[in-house]
């Protein structure tokens, strides 16, 4: 599958429900190329439509290389035949999806240093750390400025991603 990607476009229940969604996440992906993966990310849109949305984005990986990752829902990601899936504190675990899914690459969402560093002692291979906005997907916690980065980025050995 190669290295991981070095751009992380996440979306979410608004984005995608934008009429011009699936045209514009193409062409981020083409600009993206191997360099990139688009976030699959939705709270609200039903199995279906979330599957066709991921297999619509998936025909262009093999022209891109752009990678595909499914937010949370593992069933989807192994579905669909993404490249990765994003766990959040509500999924499965990351020995399970490896157990499950052995060549599926897994991130993690993080908020602390210590849940950055468990979840690679557990063999996530990147996390996603945030929010450094007020973001509706966590509407009860306070945003966490730049500066937690400077935690977060010594204590793991592997790519850490702001979530803005």
Not at 37 to 53: E, G, K, M, N
Not at 77 to 91: E, N, P
Request: charged residues 20%.
């Amino acid at each position: 599958m190669g290295e991981l990607p070095t751009i992380h476009a996440v979306t979410n229940d608004e984005i995608m429900l934008r009429p011009v969604f699936l045209r514009k996440a193409m062409s981020s992906m083409r600009v993206l190329g191997d360099k990139g993966a688009i976030h699959i990310r939705s709270q609200l849109l039903d199995s279906p439509t979330l599957s066709s949305l991921t297999l619509a984005l998936l025909e262009l990986h093999e022209q891109t290389g752009c990678w595909c990752i499914v937010n949370d829902r593992v069933d989807i990601a192994l579905a669909c035949g993404v490249q990765g899936v994003q766990l959040t504190h509500k999924s499965i675990s990351v020995p399970d999806v490896q157990r499950i899914a052995p060549a599926l690459r897994i991130g993690a969402s993080v908020h602390s240093p210590e849940e950055a560093r468990d979840a690679e002692q557990a063999g996530a291979d990147w996390c996603v750390a945030g929010h450094v906005f007020e973001t509706p997907s966590h509407p009860c916690e306070p945003r966490l400025d730049f500066s937690f980065f400077y935690a977060f980025v010594p204590s793991v050995s592997f790519p850490v991603f702001p979530f803005l």
